[in-house]
């Protein structure tokens, strides 16, 4: 079991930056790849940003490339995410996840999830 929560959420200008947050318990946070995804209201929840457990690989939805950064520190079971130059299309529920196998892309491939965090980006 894994579980999860989200934290930095918050509001912010068109252009400020913001640091996400996942905390996870148990021991086995680095055999597990991690996500994050977002659903802006009315919207599906789409895929963000993914990590490799080990770190050496990431992945990134095209709308945020160059703009946002995955990282992790296994040794504080946590995964980051850094978001740069936001924009109003970018205010959604952030959520993490963690998963053992399969598509990094897909939501339905994660086992585990947190609750979210709302960032909220103003114009």
């Known amino acids: 079991q894994v579980q999860l929560v989200e934290s930095g959420g918050g509001l912010v200008q068109a252009g400020g930056s913001l640091r996400l947050s996942c905390a996870a318990s148990?021991?086995?946070?680095?055999?597990?790849?991690m996500g994050w995804f977002r659903q802006a209201p009315g919207k599906e929840r789409v895929f963000v940003a993914a990590?490799?457990?080990?770190?050496?690989?990431?992945y990134y939805t095209n709308s945020v490339k160059g703009r946002f950064t995955i990282s992790r520190d296994n040794a504080k079971n946590t995964v980051y995410l850094q978001m740069n130059s936001l924009k109003p299309e970018d205010t959604a529920v952030y959520s993490c996840a963690a998963k053992s196998r399969g598509n990094y892309y897909s939501d339905y491939a994660y086992d585990y999830w947190g609750q979210g965090t709302q960032v909220t980006v103003s114009s």
């Open positions: 990590i490799s457990w080990s770190g050496g690989s990431t």
């Open positions: 148990g021991r086995t946070f680095s055999s597990y790849a």
